[in-house]
Nanobody, 115 residues
Framework: QVLLVESGGGLVQAGGSLRLSCVAS????????VGWHRQAPGKQRELVAV???????NYPDSVKGRFTISRDNAKRTVYLQMNSLKPEDTAVYYCRMSRGNFEIWGQGTLVTVSS
């Protein structure tokens, strides 16, 4: 059974930083694209960062320059470094791993940014 486990969420003041981790329980990790998504209360889930199996990254304008996604294939882990956090970044952050028609989501980790 493939599992994704996120960690690293918590409470931080505006302007602060957090690093989220997503660990995958798969034998071969480097063939998957991995994305971080977030969902704030009352809002739709949105993509905040993605890293492809080849290491290419993409971000929406709302987080570009503040968030950085990276991966360590040997550790089967993807990271999301979040800097200059704002109260509007408050959300549950989910990790998603995909390849072709296959996808799996983690259970999410809560990030709360106080003003």
């Amino acid at each position: 059974q493939v599992l994704l486990v996120e960690s690293g969420g918590g409470l931080v003041q505006a302007g602060g930083s957090l690093r989220l981790s997503c660990v995958a329980s798969v034998n071969i990790f480097n063939i998957y694209d991995v994305g971080w998504h977030r969902q704030a209360p009352g809002k739709q889930r949105e993509l905040v960062a993605v890293i492809t199996s080849g290491g290419n990254t993409n971000y929406p304008d709302s987080v570009k320059g503040r968030f950085t996604i990276s991966r360590d294939n040997a550790k089967r882990t993807v990271y999301l470094q979040m800097n200059s956090l704002k109260p509007e970044d408050t959300a549950v952050y989910y990790c998603r791993m995909s390849r072709g028609n296959f996808e799996i989501w983690g259970q999410g980790t809560l990030v709360t940014v106080s003003s």
